[in-house]
């Protein structure tokens, strides 16, 4: 399965698929005369290999989640059965997945890249050494990977959909962002993530912001609290906070309106009901919740990572505050002790963003604001409201669409107006290409780009 | 001399168990879980823990040093928590990279060094003993990041004649090199301005310009040869930190190198990767100091170690 343009879902590898209508069942019929690149035919047992090896724990996988919700899932991962009673292969061409309940985005699931298809043979063959030499089903090969350096794909001629109209890609690794720009200026390189000290540079160019692109990403940037325990736990620190920041400021000048204000936690693309009131910068409302809770002069810890962008930002949002009459003492750490720190709830306030997996509301809702995700899970706030539990429970297992949403409008405005983050902005991604590439364009989501579009004049 | 030797390479063995048991503790020290790292942050409490098990992490410490020191014996460095690669393999492929660096950044900075600091030494209190000094001091203290940026400007963005970035043959080499190269240029030339000036004053020298020997041989064959033995000093000690990885330069010029991949390692509490290369430039700053003391014995009669004295 893979996304389309326009977010939706659409058929690849299954050509269709029908679904019960308790919601659990979920019956595959798989695009016939698929092959992998050693050119062996891909049938239905490939996929209850290739999930079953995710969820393994001998293959270590950080991706066991995707699958968490077929049924046997936690019996094959616990060892004690020897398969995925959920995952059935009825024929080389059908597959049935039972699910222990339903669980509404699970299309969204099959359309990651864990559960991607590999054969068998190859990978017992190479054991742990199959991430150098992987075979699959996709538009291209892997020819070279140098971590930290290159990796090289070329295009595969026996790919099942249209082949790629160029003859291979290179991704660089090129860790100094001056010097990345410097291999693009000397045109040895076609496609430019834009950095952002070269932002401004590149949109004011007359010749090459022509050809810039940008689209508004999948992800939420914000200002994380820590709920569990005091002083924010009271929920009117918070408010005061999140009204004595003016994000769109911030975002107009030092974040070169890079990005879009957000509403909430769930980004608008993603957000088909109607967005969450607004709270307007209000210095004097700030003020009088601190006043009256008595939170005047006290000091809050605040992290952050070592990334100068963020913490030019970071040094903005303490002025902020401290104009309130509350002290920050803001904390730079390096990114694995700085995610430690915030996973094991030890700031008051961090800064951070969320990535969609896949682009469902679920992605935004579930992972950052169930409170049985506190910690690395995704709710590092450990933002806890037993009626927010209920209502993103309740949308999972719904079938209508309609009631769906409408239970994740409830459940996005509970959270906007307990306010465990400051809901920052939607950040957007630009890139810049060479004159001589066509076809270009940015995914919202890693796993739809297949590389078969972008072409050369 | 011999004997000298065998001692040395003997003494190799504790002090590269020492190495192992000080990184080891220190890796274990830092905050950062690697098992979160590996497995991503959405993992059932359960796989962690079956990980934890089967990386042994959670034995105690002492019974994991010796699994280390275990694999260690069989040539091994384990496997990435990344990238799943051997680290062996990784190192190996990355070491040629840092030797290519190291020898040409080696090859501009002692020669040019030596020659700088001489004729300063020569001249000294001149106008071209003052430039030089000048520029020595830069090379000093002109941060890498600054300089090599500033080079890639010239020769890859406006002259168009050399990559900015990449790792491969000369021309490739040629920028991170002289990028490298000009703190040790700055340094050699200041240590060789000094001692040769020393030298200059010593009573050999009248004795030899007594005797009517011609400037330039006196200056070759006899200050020149005695200035060696700090010089060497320097050369080794430089050469032998940058075969442990240049991590700035490196990383400017996207060149794939030991500092890069240790840093990387650091960073993502990759600790086989961190133990690995902390071993490899152990064992490598160790062996060039050897070889050093090898070099004073050839270079100065009088640090000649003799067997029979001993």
Known sequence: ?457 | MNTYMVKRLILLIPLLLGVTLLTFSLTKALPGDPVFSLVGERAQPEVIEKIRKELGTDNNVLSQYLGYLKLLMQGEFGRSYYTNRHVVDDIMTKFPNTLKLAVGAMLIAVPAGLMLGFVAALKRNTAIDRIISLCAVSGMSVPVFWSGLLLMLLFSLKLKMLPPSGTGDLQFIILPALTLSLPAMGILSRITRTTVLEILDLPFVKTARAKGIGEIKIHLVHVFRNALIPITTVIGLDFASYLNGAVLTETIFGWDGIGRFTMEGIIKRDYPVIMGCVITGTLIFILINLVVDILYHYLDPRVRIDDKSR
Request: aromatic share 14%; hydrophobic share 40%.
């Open chain 1, 1 to 457: 399965m893979r996304i389309g343009d326009n977010l939706d879902i659409k058929p690849d590898l299954a050509e269709n698929w029908m679904i019960s209508s308790d919601g659990c069942l979920y019956t595959f019929t798989l695009r016939r005369g698929v092959t992998f690149s050693n050119k062996r035919t891909v049938k239905a047992a490939d996929f209850k290999y290739s999930f079953e090896r995710i969820l393994n724990p001998g293959t270590k996988s950080p991706n066991t989640w995707v699958f968490e919700k077929i049924l046997g899932a936690d019996d094959f991962m616990k060892g004690s059965a020897a398969d995925v009673k959920g995952i059935k292969v009825l024929d080389d061409h059908t597959l049935r997945i039972q699910l222990k309940q339903p669980f509404s985005p699970f299309l969204c699931l099959m359309t990651m890249t864990a559960a991607y298809v590999v054969p068998r043979e190859v990978v017992e063959r190479w054991g742990a050494d199959f991430s150098s030499h992987p075979v699959g089903s996709g538009p291209f090969i892997l020819k070279e990977w140098l971590p930290n350096r290159t990796v090289r794909f070329e295009k595969r001629e026996d790919y099942f959909a249209a082949p790629a109209k160029v003859s291979g890609i290179i991704y660089r690794i090129i860790p100094e962002d001056l010097t990345a720009v410097t291999e693009f200026e000397i045109g040895n390189i076609d496609v430019l993530t834009i950095p952002a000290s070269e932002y401004s540079r590149y949109r004011n160019d007359a010749k090459r912001s022509l050809f810039i692109s940008s689209l508004q990403g999948l992800n939420t940037y914000y200002l994380g609290f820590n709920c569990s325990r005091p002083p924010f736990n009271n929920p009117n620190l918070r408010k005061a906070i999140f009204l004595g920041i003016d994000r769109e400021k911030i975002l107009n000048t030092i974040y070169e309106k890079r990005g879009r204000l957000a509403a909430g936690p769930v980004p608008d693309i993603l957000r088909k009901w109607d967005e969450p009131d607004h709270h307007a910068f209000d210095v004097q409302k700030a003020k009088a919740f601190i006043q009256q809770e008595g939170f005047d002069g006290i000091t809050l810890n605040f992290y952050t990572t070592a990334d100068q962008e963020i913490v030019d930002i970071v040094e903005v949002i303490q002025s902020y505050i401290r104009e309130l009459g509350i002290q920050v003492k803001i904390k730079q750490l390096e990114w694995s002790a700085y995610k430690e720190a915030i996973n094991q709830g030890e700031p008051d306030m961090f800064y951070l963003g969320w990535w969609a997996d896949y682009p469902d509301p679920e992605n935004f809702l579930f992972p950052l604001f169930h409170s049985s995700n506190h910690g690395p899970a995704g709710n590092r706030t450990r933002y806890t409201n037993a009626v927010v539990d209920s209502l993103i429970e309740r949308a999972e297992i719904v079938l209508d669409e309609k009631k769906r949403w409408q239970l994740y409008k409830m459940a996005e405005d509970t959270i906007v107006s307990d306010m465990p983050w400051v809901f920052l902005w939607h950040k957007t991604d630009f890139t810049v290409r060479q004159p001589w590439i066509t076809n270009y364009k940015i995914y919202q989501i890693y796993s739809m780009d297949k590389g078969t579009e972008i072409s050369l004049w």
